[in-house]
């Protein structure tokens, strides 16, 4: 088996970061709906400042981390 090229390797750390990011965005948007459900219904039996602090963490998880992760990994244009 012939090892991987860099064109290749790098091809597959995008897919990585790009799978990374997306999952960040998608479990932020779970703990948001989850953290409005308990403000709102008080929903699985949790107290209002849980759902706060979920929908606070949640709101962080699906705007900032993945721009913070995107900058981080951003990669310069090869001329």
Do not use: H
Not at 1 to 20: G, I, K
Not at 50 to 61: A, P
Request: proline residues 6%; aromatic residues 8%.
């Amino acid at each position: 088996m012939t090892p991987p090229d860099d064109s290749s390797r790098a091809e597959t750390r995008a897919q990585y970061r790009f799978l990374v990011i997306n999952l960040c965005r998608i479990i932020g948007a779970i703990m948001l709906v989850v953290g409005l459900a308990v403000i709102a219904r008080e929903a699985f039996g949790l107290p209002k400042a849980i759902g706060y602090l979920l929908f606070l963490v949640g709101m962080i998880g699906f705007m900032l981390v993945p721009v913070l992760l995107s900058k981080r990994w951003k990669s310069t244009p090869k001329i």
